[in-house]
């Protein structure tokens, strides 16, 4: 299925000069970073995690969001969902290459990664974080790549896989779960010491990952054709409604129980994210009102079934995966962090040349969506899932 890769209008070969370009130019910023250090971050003692951590944080839950579309059409043979699978899957494959490629340019001397592997350490949530990743991204390509195989043969996927794909979805959950404790095990940080952190992510994820999802396969009907199927697309927005639904409620129990408890540790992050702290007013302020107001947009649209299934909805899935990204991939860092543990506030922002090396990550993750996708897309265009 390779050879598909060779084929395809000239607007796809200069999508791919494009990202090379962006990849090349971000990683000539990551080697002045290799060289100084993570000083050119604004990563400092009482904040040792920046934006890369944040966005790592972000694509693990786009990566188990696939499990949104496998469970419904492998636990209740749900097989509209079928069509859109693999490239949920592959989806899933390029966000774990992004989530590996975020630990590696935060590590300040990248070569000290292999010391989880030579020197592992099983009292440690990040051991069992690599070991998660590493499997649900091997579990991925062997499923996405065995599926289509058959799909492209017209025969059934053989018995073995299977089991690999019951596994998945079991593993979907356990990836963003051990990365909620990555957070809620550090004591004193009191903003993440909450018992349904990983409950928190797992609802995020399965709102923001299918809506990407969503959003993309839109693109792709608009430039290609393909048609995944007007009940499937259904569907998934009302999975996506009821995710977000629960992803708010969840925040608001937050709120409530820092606020009614009355305990000052945990409401001080809370009024630090939106309107500072002792005088002291953040950047991320702004950032954190227009989450709210961009969540509340996004199911005013999506709650009402006219709505959600009109010309509204690619308007509602982008405020909603801004507001998932502006609540886990700033808020959640920053109010972690801030106020520290001695009630002193250390700002963060991201630099110039940080924001440039995360940018040269989803560059990277673009280039190997971009790809694995076309392999998708000559394989439906085969088996005849175009609307041209």
């Not at 069509?83 to 590696?104: D, H, K, N, Y």
């Not at 709120?255 to 945990?266: D, E, K, L, Q, R």
């Not at 009402?304 to 998932?324: F, N």
Request: contains cysteine; neutral net charge; charged residues 10%.
């Amino acid at each position: 299925m390779l050879e598909k890769l060779l084929t395809g209008p000239k607007t796809y070969y200069l999508w791919l000069l494009f990202l090379l370009a962006v990849i090349a130019g971000c990683g000539l910023v990551y080697l002045q970073q290799l060289q100084e250090g993570l000083s050119i971050t604004g990563i400092s003692r009482d904040v040792s995690w920046g934006l890369y951590i944040s966005q790592f944080t972000y694509l693990v839950g786009v990566a188990a969001s696939a499990v949104m579309l496998v469970l419904p059409a492998y636990f209740h043979h749900y097989k509209k969902f079928k069509r859109m699978i693999i490239f949920g899957e592959f989806m899933a494959i390029s966000a774990v290459v992004m989530c590996a490629l975020f630990i590696v340019v935060d590590l300040g001397q990248p070569q000290r990664m292999m010391n989880v592997l030579l020197h592992p350490t099983p009292n440690s949530v990040m051991f069992y974080d690599m070991i998660v990743l590493i499997g649900y991204l091997t579990l991925n390509a062997v499923i996405g790549w065995v599926t289509l195989e058959a799909e492209r043969h017209d025969v059934e996927p053989p018995k073995w896989i299977k089991p690999l794909i019951y596994l998945s979805i079991l593993w979907a959950f356990s990836i963003h779960t051990v990365t909620a404790f990555l957070y809620a095990g550090i004591p004193g940080r009191h903003y993440w010491l909450t018992a349904i952190m990983a409950a928190r992510f797992l609802s995020s994820a399965f709102c923001s990952g299918p809506a990407i999802l969503l959003l993309l396969i839109f693109i792709v009907r608009r430039l290609t054709g393909f048609d995944p199927g007007r009940d499937a697309i259904k569907t998934l927005t009302t999975i996506i409604t009821y995710a977000m639904c629960i992803n708010v409620f969840f925040y608001l129990l937050e709120v409530f129980t820092a606020f009614y408890s009355g305990i000052p540790g945990h409401q001080h992050p809370l009024v630090f994210l939106f309107a500072g702290h002792e005088g002291h007013v953040s950047w991320v302020t702004n950032w954190m009102w227009a989450a709210v107001v961009m969540a509340a947009a996004s199911l005013i649209i999506l709650i009402p079934p006219q709505w959600r299934t009109g010309p509204l909805l690619p308007l509602a899935l982008v405020l909603l995966v801004a507001a998932s990204w502006i609540d886990k991939g700033l808020g959640l860092l920053i109010g972690g962090f801030t106020p520290n543990m001695f009630e002193t506030v250390t700002e963060y922002a991201p630099t110039g040349r940080e924001i440039i090396v995360a940018l040269g990550v989803y560059a990277v993750g673009a280039l190997v969506l971009s790809l694995l996708w076309k392999i998708a897309l000559g394989v439906k265009r085969e088996t005849g899932h175009f609307s041209d």
